[in-house]
């Protein structure tokens, strides 16, 4: 017993003479809570074009993208590329109009699939989840606005990502959406005025 009192001493004593030295000489200091020049830069995913197609907007009738092509009715989009996809709600998904992403090369990873604004089953779930496993394809199914704000989170951060989307029947607004119609208008309307 005597030993490991010992032993633990001398660690306990070793540890202690060990001290790490920090270089700090790199470290800028402020003096202020924002000492810089003031400028903030913000980039906006879905304006920048460079990162691929992202989706910009939606409505009943399609998508707008990131370069300012409107999309007519559902659609599969790719990194680069859109198709039309020929589904009209979610009764018309299945395994034949599922095949497209089947047979991409370089294989998908994930399969985003947008659903509008229906509630999936249980049993097309399970479904659509066992044909993709079998091709070794990840699947989400999310209502349409979600599966668009994640197939351009994943296609920034450069994932082998699709997206299968239907357009939604019905759309709810929120606050801000009111809020921004309402402020595009008056500057549409300052600018006319601004013309005479």
């Not at 490991?4 to 001290?19: D, H, Q």
């Not at 999310?142 to 704000?149: D, F, G, K, P």
């Not at 994932?159 to 500057?187: C, F, Q, W």
Request: hydrophobic share 40%.
């Amino acid at each position: 017993m005597c030993f490991i009192y010992n032993l633990k001493r001398s660690v306990y004593s070793t540890a202690s003479i060990l001290r790490r030295t920090i270089n700090t000489s790199g470290i800028r200091r402020h003096t202020k809570a924002y000492d810089c020049d003031g400028k903030t830069k913000v980039s906006i995913f879905n304006t920048q074009q460079e990162l691929g197609i992202m989706i910009t907007g939606y409505s009943q009738y399609g998508f707008r993208l990131n370069n300012d092509v409107v999309v007519i009715g559902p659609i599969a989009v790719f990194p680069k590329s859109v198709l039309s996809w020929n589904v009209d709600n979610l009764n018309d998904i299945n395994e034949k109009s599922l095949s497209l992403f089947t047979t991409l090369e370089p294989k998908i990873d994930v399969l985003i699939l947008g659903v509008g604004d229906q509630t999936p089953t249980s049993n097309f779930s399970k479904k659509i989840l066992y044909f993709m496993k079998t091709h070794k394809i990840n699947v989400e199914v999310l209502r349409t606005e979600q599966a668009c704000a994640t197939f351009n989170f994943l296609n920034a951060e450069n994932r082998m990502v699709a997206s299968a989307l239907i357009p939604p029947v019905h759309i709810t607004y929120n606050e801000n959406d009111v809020i921004g119609s309402n402020v595009n208008r008056l500057k549409q309307v300052s600018f006319v005025n601004s013309d005479k």
